[in-house]
C-alpha cells in the first residue's frame, strides 16, 4: 500500500470512529449500523453499513453534520492526492538523479582506468625512443672536440633513464610533458652534433624512387659529387659496350620531364657500366681492356689514361650479371676508386684507391669474396658493401673496410624492385644511391650510423 493511501484510510477510520459517536441516534432504526468489519491484503478496515431510510436523514439535522464531515473527508483526500502525485514526482526525480550519479561514477572509473592505460603507453613510447639513443652515446664518446659536451648528454640520459625507471613503478608521479620535452630537446641536440660528423657505418637503404624509365635493360646514370653549388647535370650513359655517346641533362628536373640533352663523344668505347663522372671529368673502362681513361668535359679531351695491372677484363671477372663489368669505378667520401678482380687473388675483389688527377693506385687491398659471386657493389666512407645478387630477392651481405683492414657478413635489406640491377653506385654529395634497374634510373637514400674514430679527428 502506497503511504498516501495508507494516511487517507487512517483519517477515515479516525474521523469515523470520533465523529460518528456523537451523531448516531437512540433509535437503531434512524442510525448507520455496522454489521461486520475485517481487514483487507493490504491492512485497511472493511465494514458493512446500512444507513438510514433517505427520507429520514434528509430531513434530520445530524445528517447535515454527516455531510460536512464528509466533505472535509473528501477534501482531505484531494490534498493527499496531490501530496501523493508530488511525492511520486520527486521520487522519479531522485531515481533519476540516482542513474546519473552511477553514469557519473562509472565515467569518473573509466577516466580513471584510461589515465593509467596512457601513461603506460606513453612509458613505452619514451622507453622505445631512449632505446633509439642509446647506441648514439659510445659514438659521441668517440668525438673527443665535443668530450664535455658528450658527458652532458650522457648524465642527462642517465638521469632520464633513473625517471623512467621511478615512472615505471609509480605512474604518473612524474610531470609526462616536462620528460617529454626533455626527451625530445635530448634528441634534437644529439641530432644536430650527428649532423657534424662527416662519415658513418650503413645501417638501412631506403624504398626505391623511380626517377625515369628510359634506355636499355643495362646502363648507368649520375651526378657528379663535386659539382659547384646550383650545378645538377644528370649524365647518362645507355649500354655496357660498344657505345661512346654520353647524354648531359641540365638538371635533374629536365632529366625526369624532356628528352632535352646534350651528346658528348667519347673518344673510345666503354666497357661496362662502371663509369662515374667526378669533378667535371668522367672515368670509364676502355672497351676490352684494362685501360681507364679520364676524360674533361671542359675540354672535351683525355686528359690522363692509365692501365690497372693485373685487373681482369673482358668478362674474365664480371659482376655476376655479366656485361663486361669487370672493372667498376666509383667514388665517396675519400676520393676514387677501382673495384676489379686478378689472377693473383684467385679471382675475389680487389679493392684500389686512385689518384684522380694521375689515376696511380694509391693503396690496394685484397679481399676474400669472389667477383662473380657479387651482384653489384658501392664504396661509402671507405667501406666496400658487396649484395648478394642483381636479380629477385637482393640485400646488401658483405662489407669490406679499407679503414680496418676488416670484413664482415651484414644484413641490409635492398628492395629491386624491377628485378635486374645492372649499375649500382653512391653519391656522397646526394648520401643516395644511383642504381639503374632493368630500365629504370632509381634512386635509394641511405641510413648511415655516424663514426668518428680517434686516428680521424
Known amino acids: 500500500m502506497q503511504p498516501a493511501s495508507k494516511l487517507l484510510t487512517l483519517i477515515l477510520l479516525i474521523f469515523m470512529g470520533t465523529e460518528l459517536t456523537q451523531v448516531l441516534p437512540a433509535n437503531p432504526e434512524e442510525s448507520w449500523q455496522v454489521y461486520s468489519s475485517a481487514q483487507d491484503s493490504e491492512g485497511r478496515c472493511v465494514c458493512t453499513v446500512v444507513a438510514p431510510q433517505q427520507s429520514m436523514c434528509s430531513r434530520d439535522a445530524r445528517t447535515k453534520q454527516l455531510r460536512q464531515l464528509l466533505e472535509k473527508v473528501q477534501n482531505m483526500t484531494q490534498s493527499i492526492q496531490v501530496l501523493d502525485q508530488r511525492t511520486q514526482r520527486d521520487l522519479q526525480y531522485v531515481e533519476k538523479m540516482e542513474v546519473q550519479l552511477r553514469g557519473l561514477e562509472s565515467k569518473f572509473r573509466q577516466v580513471e582506468e584510461s589515465h593509467k592505460q596512457n601513461m603506460a603507453k606513453q612509458y613505452k613510447a619514451i622507453k622505445a625512443k631512449m632505446e633509439e639513443l642509446r647506441p648514439l652515446i659510445p659514438v659521441l664518446e668517440e668525438y673527443k672536440a665535443d668530450a664535455k659536451l658528450v658527458l652532458q648528454f650522457k648524465e642527462e640520459v642517465q638521469n632520464l633513464t633513473s625517471v623512467l625507471n621511478e615512472l615505471q613503478e609509480e605512474m604518473g608521479a612524474y610531470d609526462y610533458e616536462e620528460l617529454?620535452?626533455?626527451?625530445?630537446?635530448?634528441?634534437?641536440?644529439?641530432?644536430?652534433?650527428?649532423?657534424?660528423?662527416?662519415?658513418?657505418?650503413?645501417?638501412?637503404i631506403s624504398d626505391p624512387?623511380?626517377?625515369?624509365?628510359?634506355?636499355?635493360?643495362?646502363?648507368?646514370?649520375?651526378?657528379?659529387?663535386?659539382?659547384?653549388?646550383?650545378?645538377?647535370?644528370?649524365?647518362?650513359?645507355?649500354?655496357?659496350?660498344?657505345?661512346?655517346?654520353?647524354?648531359?641533362?641540365?638538371?635533374?628536373?629536365?632529366?625526369?620531364?624532356?628528352?632535352?640533352?646534350?651528346?658528348?663523344?667519347?673518344?673510345?668505347?666503354?666497357?661496362?657500366t662502371g663509369q662515374v663522372v667526378y669533378n667535371g671529368s668522367i672515368y670509364f673502362n676502355k672497351f676490352q681492356s684494362h685501360v681507364i681513361i679520364k676524360f674533361d668535359f671542359r675540354t672535351s679531351s683525355i686528359s690522363k689514361s692509365r692501365q690497372l695491372d693485373y685487373a681482369g677484363f673482358n668478362n674474365a671477372y664480371h659482376y655476376a650479371w655479366g656485361g663486361h663489368s669487370d672493372i667498376d669505378l666509383m667514388v665517396d667520401e675519400g676520393g676514387l676508386w677501382a673495384v676489379y678482380a686478378t689472377n693473383q687473388n684467385a679471382g675475389n675483389i680487389v679493392i684500389s684507391k686512385l689518384n684522380p688527377n694521375t689515376l696511380q693506385i694509391i693503396k690496394s687491398w685484397t679481399t676474400n669474396h669472389p667477383k662473380r659471386s657479387a651482384g653489384e657493389s658501392?664504396?661509402?666512407?671507405?667501406?666496400l658493401y658487396v649484395t648478394n645478387g642483381y636479380s629477385g630477392g637482393t640485400?646488401?651481405?658483405y662489407a669490406y673496410s679499407t679503414n680496418s683492414s676488416t670484413y664482415e657478413y651484414i644484413d641490409i635489406a635492398f628492395q629491386n624492385k624491377y628485378s635486374h640491377i645492372s649499375m649500382l653506385d653512391y653519391n656522397p654529395r646526394d648520401r643516395a644511391l644511383y642504381a639503374w634497374n632493368n630500365g629504370h634510373q632509381v634512386l635509394y637514400n641511405v641510413t648511415l650510423f655516424h663514426v668518428i674514430r680517434s686516428e680521424e679527428l
Open 395 to 397: 640485400k646488401v651481405y
Open 180 to 204: 617529454h620535452n626533455r626527451v625530445s630537446n635530448l634528441e634534437e641536440r644529439l641530432r644536430a652534433c650527428m649532423q657534424k660528423l662527416a662519415c658513418g657505418k650503413l645501417t638501412g
Open 209 to 272: 624512387i623511380t626517377i625515369k624509365t628510359s634506355g636499355s635493360r643495362f646502363g648507368s646514370w649520375m651526378t657528379d659529387p663535386l659539382a659547384p653549388e646550383g650545378d645538377t647535370r644528370v649524365w647518362y650513359m645507355d649500354g655496357y659496350h660498344n657505345n661512346r655517346f654520353v647524354r648531359e641533362y641540365k638538371s635533374m628536373q629536365d632529366f625526369m620531364t624532356s628528352d632535352n640533352f646534350t651528346s658528348h663523344r667519347l673518344p673510345h668505347p666503354w666497357s661496362g
Open 378 to 383: 658501392f664504396m661509402i666512407c671507405g667501406t
